[in-house]
């Protein structure tokens, strides 16, 4: 386990970080979320606190973040390693764009799902799912809060 806190990493092993880390780890969780959502929206959409939609949230959230993630590995991350952060400040401002549209759709997780809260009565599938969506929420605004506030931050002070 690493013990050294990824905010201070250098830049390269930050970038490394991220990608092993963030990009793999979202890159695993949606698939699996996406398929017990919509098995729980299958068996349980009649039940009043059913999260009707989230599959569907959560395919739109997985192909936004691919894209994302897809600029980053092949445009941005590249430039940085290059040491051409002042130059990257376009496509950083795009991220962070990007990055508020994630926040929201994140908000959106929370509004369907009643804070990632099962109801009492919840099966098996549906408490493996809700707790599968608080890991991604949490490793989601880490990745975007070490991208933003030191990567990004640290590219355009170079």
Known sequence: ???IAPDTLPQAQLI????????ARHREQLPELIRLASRVEQ???HHLACPNGLADLLRDIEQELEGHMLKEEQVLFPMLQMGL???AAPPIQVMRLEHEQHGQALEQLQAL???I???????NTWRALYHGLEVFHGDLLEHIHLENDVLFVRALKA
């Open 43 to 45: 068996v349980h959409g």
């Open 1 to 3: 386990m690493n013990t």
């Open 113 to 115: 799902t009643n804070h």
């Open 85 to 87: 952060g002042p130059q």
């Open 117 to 123: 809260q099962p109801p009492s009565d919840a099966c």
């Open 16 to 23: 490394e970080h991220l990608l092993e880390r963030y990009h």
